[in-house]
């Protein structure tokens, strides 16, 4: 066997490894698979975790659960991207959070509303209403255990996130009514462009 030489823009793409996954849109079943444990931390998970990366930064998002690129594994990607200081036009600072096998060990009764949007439901943003803080388990990319009490925006996006790990989309959450006509919205955006 001989050892194929890569031309210059082959090696470069090989270097500066950017994959941008495609990701799922409703009402695409896949998004509906219950994902399964992550028994292992291999250099397969860590590509998958990458590409999430890359995929959530370029959409642009600030999380992105595993089955949204079709994969159904219990994993998470966030990244708030918040602005390092309150002074205004500060530049976002990026903050990568990985979450395998997370779980929410606690609620509280306290509930916060954020107006939240999907990847996998592109443009349409509603009202969803979830626990303000919670206490949740997880682990890292290095296969670290966190438990950490988590809230504002962090704890909407995880339990958002977490969410997509049993095939639930946010607008499950609202009324009927207004999946109807989310959806509806949502198509006809489609036929549009
Ligand atoms: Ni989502």
């Known amino acids: 066997m001989r050892r194929g030489r890569l031309d210059k823009a082959v090696r470069s793409a090989y270097v500066r490894r950017m994959a941008i996954r495609p990701i799922l849109e409703a009402p695409d079943p896949r998004l509906r698979t219950i994902s399964t444990r992550v028994e292992a931390i291999d250099d397969d998970l860590q590509t998958l975790i990458d590409d999430m ?5 370029d959409a642009p998002g600030i999380g992105l659960a595993a089955i949204q690129v079709g994969v159904p594994k219990r994993v998470l ?19 990568p959070m990985v979450f395998i096998n997370p779980e929410i060990l606690k ?8 107006n939240e949007g999907c990847l996998s439901v592109p443009d349409q943003f509603a009202e ?27 704890a909407t996006c995880l339990q958002h996130e977490m969410d997509h790990l049993e095939g639930i989309l946010f607008i499950d959450h609202l009324s009927r009514l207004k999946r109807d006509m989310l959806m509806k919205k949502l198509n006809k955006a489609r036929r549009a462009a």
């Not at 990607?77 to 903050?95: C, F, M, R, T, Y």
């Not at 969803?128 to 809230?151: C, F, K, T, Y």
Request: aromatic share 6%; charged share 35%; proline share 7%.
């Open 53 to 57: 990366f890359d995929t959530m930064y």
């Open 77 to 95: 990607v966030i990244d708030l991207q918040e602005p390092e200081s309150d002074e205004e036009g500060a530049p976002p600072v990026k903050n």
């Open 107 to 114: 609620g509280s009764d306290d509930l916060s509303v954020y």
């Open 128 to 154: 969803v209403e979830r626990p303000s803080v919670i206490r949740a388990s997880w682990m890292d990319r290095e296969g670290r255990i966190h438990e950490e009490q988590l809230d504002g925006l962090l």
